[in-house]
């Protein structure tokens, strides 16, 4: 099977500048990944919450905005009945549970996404200058979830120990990250 | 005014001089200097012209509300109009010029208006343009048109470049806990006293250095020191050269960042502003104090400044103002000044309308009790000043003194514009005669000045207050005032029946004459008041002349000014720059761009690209040396000979899923969706809840409880988000959930009589799509050559033999990739926008060109879509009686009755020999046809094409082109049957 | 530049969300008479004070929400889920906002 093209590919040059000898914002993508809605309906959630854990291999369902990691997979409840599980390895579409109807509705959405993480000690004041969310230690700290808006565009944030990551929409990924560079640049940056 | 620097004092760097040009010529001054201190010290004292008569004016205070020494700043795309020079940091190399005189602010012609000083007079923007005051000649005329633009040209102060900016501004997303603004003692301490406390501060502080105040005080320099050095320590993001320029809702603050209008030769990479909103819990206002001036004659001549300011110019510069001075108050404030320029060398004249006011004065200054300034003499600078004394309810002329610098200190007025900006409305304290700041619900508390406390241990204890308030401990907030002697109200000086041009609103040149004139007119409230005469209506927004103006109207209506009323104080607080509300939202980041997977793809094989809302697509596919008009009849004509292949993967896509998707579908669309076959697709139209149409669209049964939904291009968003309101807010009992997978598939259509051989060459083994095993609208899972799976239905847009092929986003360009080398060899082509609108138009099928938003169902004749056997969204509205008409303009063909002639789309259609008003119809769209070999189009008309078999009909473009004969035809017109789609 | 609480997301710019329309209104039945739409979809008061709207957290949880808010001060006084049953959710779990 063919490899997955990232809609990144234009930018997809080492890019490093640094300002006053800084290097504040890193930026990475992780390109071939897998990304699965669980819904649940109101009455089911519960349950689907369990399933929801036993396919992102963690122990407990986490609750609005927060997310649990366990190794390369991350579950994130993203909406009042919708999970997400997310993969750093992309899966075959006929290893995705099926769908029960009575239970809830499972979605593919693994080439909707662009997925970039940023880290590094300008990180959190660059996104400022596009995500209206406290991103201080206290208010966001490891573990937390965001969907939020980003040049009126709906972004998901997260954050792990390393770095704050983002789910961008595969088709606003280019213009995005052009207006994450452009802002970077003053903090120095680099894209690996 | 003999204005010099001395050689010793100030906060100046004098080991870093700077060198600067003001009208060509050039000047030294000192980092730490402003460009209004750094050009007194070099004695410059006419520094612009007023807005309408054009006199002289120099440097009247030193702060924000200057309203005197203003310029433009910076060459070419840089410059900067309406500078206020006090508020600009001097740097190396800074090049300023004086504005609104020519040829310059020293010598100007513009003076000549002094002249005609009486047609000037409030209202004079109404009156002119009557008709040519006094006596309106030409009134009812149009005489005013021509003198109109010789007004224009001469209207403005700076002029600004026409140049795009060459700068960049950021936006930056900021949350506190407390935001304090302002860092004068008040500032300082209540920032301090909440860090302390643990909270997250940011103080924000519009000038370069902290300090307000104490920056002209060296005895408080020390303790400035350690209160600036304990907030960094303490963790307070400090923010200096930081205007909080508005208050708006639920704790939300707008900060204005200069980050680079300082620095002479800025980074590439740094933005010049930044705009910051900040939400934070509490905020606490520890904006100050401005001092007043008092209107009397020729109180706007360079040399007449506030008092304080020139503490200001002697402490924080190290500048003299003046060799012999006077100093005219009405209050205590003044002591400090008075006794610093005297020790500084100048000959000091103090003179207090009060009596017994002044007390301790160091003996070599003179004191004047009972007497006001009256007239200053002088023309380009002050020579002398004349004074007046107060004999029961007038003044009587009482004597005259030579100086070169007249202080004027009329009062101070607390800064409460951002709380007023929330509503809180300024409350007038007569004993202080000020306006003290209003009460409001909001976490907002003011400390120091700002809320009428004059002492500086007041102030530091006010600051304490404040931030315990905002910790939410409740406790009683001090008490405003702290002179030892009151203040005594004084606006205006002036002898009974004088004409004096003694200015209330320098910026915008209006004086007492026009307050009271206005009155006499009958503008008497405030609001009228303010925008017939333009008071406080420049670019300081009334900071000096306010309280002065509304005193005066409060006395010419005979009331007290509290019953006289305020305007609302609005943001900006001082001038932000558009660059920095738009921020990096310009030029091609205006709109943020959407591409589709294949956007790279289509570029590198010879796309145009066009916008078609947020994205960009494919328009056409030019062949070496072809112009689009060739490339899309080329196209269009291979897509029904042979095949043709269009990304389409812009379309709205949503899943639909769960046990009660398919009765969500019957609901919201007009035809039956409840029993859709699982394989099968089908086209719907979805109406408004009015009855007029929403969008169609096709919806795949992929499921027993899933579908693909697919909508238009433009309204992807707007369907996704009703069928969300309606599952929540009134369908709440279905178990249906919605997502959008528009980014999950890539997605083109092939179609021609050569698209199934195209796909079939290039599946995977076993699988087929020959007619049995896909039918015209089956849809099914499909897997492609090299392995990527994917999503094949049979649905024709074009008319011809068509067939939709979706695989996930990633896997885009593969697919194009084994796809396109087939089409070309069985003789294809890939085709655009342009050539898939001209197919379109052939067949007649209804795009967001006709849906917009006015057509009902039946208006596009697809009325047969409308169930008679279920309720659906808009089936109740869509029968209004008015919506039922058989005359409604109703969807048609256009054939031009030449066939050489053509005819644009938006062209109005009407009768024969009734070319007026709106006609009985337009033209949606155009194109050249391939299969007709002329110009055909696609529209409405009253009645429909029945209605108008055999008439000429004329196609009328007023603006564009000539009339055009028409005939109006079926609006399916070519394979009205559609043979070829069913092959 | 209101801020609004999110049931499920906390509070957050208005950014976020757009405005849905009158939180008063039932809608009838779709087979209901048009008299009974017209009213429905055209009538509306026109309220200088504490009012019931919709809004949709569309750049968020895409929740619907019912808010009562002041269009004079802009004061919110009451957010709730609109669809009932992620109201009885809310209620009755812990999930508090962030």
């Known amino acids: 099977m063919v490899d997955r093209q990232s809609a990144l590919a234009a930018h997809r040059r080492p890019q490093q500048t640094s300002f006053d000898g800084a290097t504040g914002v890193s930026f990475s993508e992780v390109w071939a990944f897998s990304l699965v809605q669980i819904a649940a309906w109101p009455e089911t959630l519960h349950s689907v919450g369990v399933t929801a854990t036993k396919l992102a291999g963690c122990d407990a369902a986490p609750a609005p905005g927060r997310a649990v990691f366990e190794g390369t997979r991350t579950l994130m409840r993203v909406e009042p009945l919708k999970w997400w599980v997310l993969s750093e390895a992309p899966q075959d579409a006929s290893s995705l549970p099926a769908s029960e109807a009575s239970q809830g509705a499972v979605l593919d959405l693994s080439h909707s996404r662009t997925w970039l993480r940023v880290s590094g000690d300008k990180a959190a004041p660059l996104l400022n200058h596009y995500l209206p969310i406290n991103l201080s230690d206290r208010a966001f700290p490891v573990g937390s979830v965001a969907t939020t808006a980003m040049h009126h565009i709906g972004v998901t944030l997260w954050r792990d120990e390393d770095a704050f990551n983002i789910l961008l929409p595969r088709s606003l990924a280019s213009s995005l990250f052009e207006l994450f560079t452009e802002s970077s640049s003053q903090y120095g940056y680099k894209f690996t | 005014m003999t204005a010099r620097r001395l050689d010793h004092g100030g906060r100046i760097n004098r080991a870093h001089p700077l060198s600067f040009t003001f009208d060509g010529n050039t000047f030294r001054g000192y980092k730490g200097d402003t460009l209004a201190s750094a050009l007194m010290a070099n004695?410059?004292?006419?520094?612009?012209?007023?807005?309408?008569?054009?006199?002289?004016?120099?440097?009247?205070?030193?702060?924000?509300?200057?309203?005197?020494?203003?310029?433009?700043?910076?060459?070419?795309?840089?410059?900067?109009?309406?500078?206020?020079?006090?508020?600009?940091?001097?740097?190396?190399?800074?090049?300023?010029?004086?504005?609104?005189?020519?040829?310059?602010?020293?010598?100007?012609?513009?003076?000549?208006?002094?002249?005609?000083?009486?047609?000037?007079?409030?209202?004079?923007?109404?009156?002119?343009?009557?008709?040519?005051?006094?006596?309106?000649?030409?009134?009812?005329?149009?005489?005013?048109?021509?003198?109109?633009?010789?007004?224009?040209?001469?209207?403005?102060?700076?002029?600004?470049?026409?140049?795009?900016?060459?700068?960049?501004?950021?936006?930056?997303?900021?949350?506190?806990?407390?935001?304090?603004?302002?860092?004068?003692?008040?500032?300082?301490?209540?920032?301090?006293?909440?860090?302390?406390?643990?909270?997250?501060?940011?103080?924000?502080?519009?000038?370069?250095?902290?300090?307000?105040?104490?920056?002209?005080?060296?005895?408080?320099?020390?303790?400035?020191?350690?209160?600036?050095?304990?907030?960094?320590?303490?963790?307070?993001?400090?923010?200096?050269?930081?205007?909080?320029?508005?208050?708006?809702?639920?704790?939300?603050?707008?900060?204005?960042?200069?980050?680079?209008?300082?620095?002479?030769?800025?980074?590439?990479?740094?933005?010049?502003?930044?705009?910051?909103?900040?939400?934070?819990?509490?905020?606490?206002?520890?904006?100050?104090?401005?001092?007043?001036?008092?209107?009397?004659?020729?109180?706007?001549?360079?040399?007449?400044?506030?008092?304080?300011?020139?503490?200001?110019?002697?402490?924080?510069?190290?500048?003299?103002?003046?060799?012999?001075?006077?100093?005219?108050?009405?209050?205590?404030?003044?002591?400090?000044?008075?006794?610093?320029?005297?020790?500084?060398?100048?000959?000091?004249?103090?003179?207090?309308?009060?009596?017994?006011?002044?007390?301790?004065?160091?003996?070599?200054?003179?004191?004047?009790?009972?007497?006001?300034?009256?007239?200053?003499?002088?023309?380009?600078?002050?020579?002398?000043?004349?004074?007046?004394?107060?004999?029961?309810?007038?003044?009587?002329?009482?004597?005259?003194?030579?100086?070169?610098?007249?202080?004027?200190?009329?009062?101070?007025?607390?800064?409460?514009?951002?709380?007023?900006?929330?509503?809180?409305?300024?409350?007038?304290?007569?004993?202080?005669?000020?306006?003290?700041?209003?009460?409001?619900?909001?976490?907002?508390?003011?400390?120091?000045?700002?809320?009428?406390?004059?002492?500086?241990?007041?102030?530091?204890?006010?600051?304490?207050?404040?931030?315990?308030?905002?910790?939410?401990?409740?406790?009683?907030?001090?008490?405003?005032?702290?002179?030892?002697?009151?203040?005594?109200?004084?606006?205006?000086?002036?002898?009974?029946?004088?004409?004096?041009?003694?200015?209330?609103?320098?910026?915008?040149?209006?004086?007492?004459?026009?307050?009271?004139?206005?009155?006499?007119?009958?503008?008497?409230?405030?609001?009228?008041?303010?925008?017939?005469?333009?008071?406080?209506?420049?670019?300081?927004?009334?900071?000096?002349?306010?309280?002065?103006?509304?005193?005066?109207?409060?006395?010419?209506?005979?009331?007290?000014?509290?019953?006289?009323?305020?305007?609302?104080?609005?943001?900006?607080?001082?001038?932000?720059?558009?660059?920095?509300?738009?921020?990096?939202?310009?030029?091609?980041?205006?709109?943020?761009?959407?591409?589709?997977?294949?956007?790279?793809?289509?570029?590198?094989?010879?796309?145009?690209?066009?916008?078609?809302?947020?994205?960009?697509?494919?328009?056409?596919?030019?062949?070496?040396?072809?112009?689009?008009?060739?490339?899309?009849?080329?196209e269009a004509s291979t897509v029904r000979k042979t095949v043709g292949i269009c990304d389409v993967s812009s379309l709205g896509k949503i899943a639909v899923q769960g046990p009660d998707a398919a009765e969500f579908l019957n609901r919201v669309y007009s035809n039956g969706f409840a029993k859709l076959p699982i394989g099968k697709a089908r086209y719907g139209i979805m109406l408004r809840d009015d009855g007029f149409v929403m969008d169609d669209g096709t919806t795949w049964r992929l499921g027993e409880t899933e579908f693909l939904m697919t909508t238009t291009t433009t309204n992807a968003g707007k369907v996704m988000v009703f069928m969300e309101e309606l599952l929540q807010t009134r369908w709440p009992d279905l178990k249906v959930h919605v997502s959008s997978v528009s980014d999950e598939w890539a997605a083109v259509s092939v179609a021609g009589p050569k698209a199934r051989a195209t796909i079939a060459a290039c599946l995977a083994e076993g699988e087929y799509i020959s007619n049995e095993a896909l039918p015209f609208m089956g849809v099914r899972k499909i897997t492609l050559a090299n392995g990527i799976p994917g999503l094949i239905a049979r649905i024709s847009f074009s008319g011809e033999l068509a067939y939709e092929l979706y695989v996930p986003a990633g896997h885009g360009a593969a697919m194009m990739d084994l796809l396109w080398p087939e089409a070309e060899r069985q003789g294809g082509c890939l085709y655009g926008l342009e050539a898939l609108g001209t197919l379109r138009i052939e067949k007649g099928h209804v795009t967001g060109a006709e849906l917009d938003g006015r057509v009902t169902i039946d208006d596009a004749g697809l009325g047969k879509m409308a169930s008679t056997k279920k309720p659906f969204i808009g089936s109740a509205l869509r029968q209004r009686p008015d919506l039922l008409r058989h005359d409604r303009p109703q969807l048609v063909g256009i054939f031009p009755k030449n066939p050489g002639q053509t005819f644009k789309g938006g062209a109005i259609l009407c009768a024969d020999g009734e070319v007026s008003g709106f006609g009985e119809g337009w033209i949606t769209g155009v194109t050249h046809s391939p299969m007709f070999g002329h110009w055909i189009g696609i529209g409405f008309i009253s009645g429909g094409h029945t209605a108008w078999a055999g008439k000429t009909v004329i196609a009328s473009d007023l603006t564009r082109s000539e009339d055009v004969e028409v005939e109006i035809v079926s609006p399916h017109m070519y394979d009205p049957e559609g043979v070829k789609m069913h092959g | 530049m209101i801020r609004i609480p999110c049931p499920f997301c906390g509070t957050r710019d208005h950014s976020e969300f757009t405005y849905g329309g009158d939180a008063s209104i039932t809608y009838p039945a779709l087979d209901a008479p048009k008299e009974e739409w017209h009213d429905a979809v055209f009538l509306r008061d026109n309220i200088c004070g504490p009012q019931l709207e919709t809004w949709h957290h569309v750049h968020g949880c895409r929740m619907w929400l019912v808010i009562e808010r002041d269009t004079m001060t802009h004061e919110i006084m009451s957010v709730r889920p609109a669809n009932p049953k992620l109201s009885a959710l809310f209620e009755d779990n812990s999930e508090a906002d962030q």
């Open chain 2, 43 to 634: 004695n410059e004292t006419v520094l612009g012209r007023s807005f309408k008569y054009h006199r002289p004016r120099g440097i009247m205070s030193a702060g924000v509300e200057e309203s005197g020494a203003i310029v433009t700043v910076g060459r070419d795309a840089s410059r900067e109009p309406n500078v206020k020079a006090p508020m600009q940091e001097l740097y190396e190399g800074l090049s300023a010029e004086g504005q609104n005189a020519w040829p310059n602010v020293r010598f100007d012609l513009g003076a000549i208006n002094g002249l005609f000083s009486r047609f000037f007079a409030a209202g004079f923007y109404y009156k002119t343009f009557m008709g040519l005051p006094p006596f309106e000649w030409g009134h009812g005329t149009r005489l005013w048109m021509l003198y109109e633009k010789l007004i224009r040209k001469a209207a403005g102060m700076g002029s600004a470049s026409r140049e795009p900016d060459p700068d960049c501004y950021d936006h930056v997303h900021a949350f506190c806990d407390v935001l304090v603004v302002g860092s004068g003692p008040a500032g300082l301490t209540a920032a301090l006293t909440a860090a302390e406390a643990g909270r997250d501060v940011i103080l924000v502080e519009q000038d370069f250095e902290l300090g307000g105040d104490t920056l002209s005080d060296p005895s408080r320099e020390i303790e400035r020191a350690q209160l600036v050095d304990a907030l960094a320590k303490a963790g307070v993001r400090i923010m200096p050269r930081t205007t909080a320029f508005g208050l708006y809702d639920h704790g939300t603050a707008g900060l204005l960042e200069r980050v680079t209008d300082h620095v002479a030769d800025p980074a590439d990479q740094l933005p010049r502003q930044r705009f910051w909103t900040v939400r934070s819990d509490a905020t606490i206002l520890a904006t100050g104090a401005l001092e007043r001036s008092i209107a009397f004659d020729n109180n706007d001549r360079p040399g007449v400044m506030t008092a304080a300011a020139a503490r200001s110019y002697l402490n924080r510069f190290g500048v003299l103002p003046g060799q012999k001075i006077v100093i005219a108050t009405n209050n205590d404030s003044v002591h400090h000044t008075a006794v610093a320029l005297a020790s500084a060398g100048a000959d000091v004249t103090l003179a207090d309308i009060r009596k017994h006011g002044a007390s301790d004065l160091p003996a070599d200054i003179e004191l004047r009790e009972g007497v006001a300034p009256l007239k200053v003499h002088g023309r380009s600078g002050v020579e002398a000043v004349a004074f007046a004394s107060a004999s029961g309810n007038n003044w009587s002329a009482a004597g005259q003194t030579d100086c070169d610098l007249l202080l004027v200190s009329g009062g101070w007025s607390p800064v409460v514009n951002l709380s007023s900006h929330r509503g809180a409305k300024p409350a007038w304290n007569a004993e202080l005669a000020c306006f003290l700041p209003g009460l409001t619900n909001e976490p907002i508390y003011h400390a120091g000045s700002a809320a009428g406390i004059w002492e500086y241990e007041a102030c530091k204890a006010s600051g304490e207050w404040a931030a315990t308030a905002a910790l939410g401990e409740a406790t009683a907030p001090p008490q405003p005032g702290g002179w030892s002697t009151p203040i005594k109200p004084l606006y205006e000086v002036r002898l009974p029946e004088a004409k004096t041009k003694a200015f209330v609103d320098f910026q915008h040149d209006v004086t007492g004459d026009d307050v009271r004139l206005a009155q006499q007119e009958g503008f008497v409230s405030v609001e009228h008041l303010k925008r017939y005469t333009t008071l406080g209506m420049a670019t300081d927004q009334g900071k000096m002349g306010n309280v002065i103006g509304l005193a005066l109207m409060a006395d010419a209506l005979g009331k007290d000014i509290p019953d006289a009323g305020t305007t609302r104080f609005r943001p900006p607080y001082t001038p932000v720059s558009i660059g920095a509300l738009a921020g990096r939202n310009v030029g091609h980041h205006f709109k943020p761009l959407r591409r589709t997977p294949l956007h790279d793809w289509n570029l590198k094989h010879g796309a145009t690209m066009t916008e078609a809302g947020p994205w960009h697509r494919p328009w056409y596919f030019a062949k070496t040396g072809e112009v689009i008009d060739e490339a899309y009849v080329r």
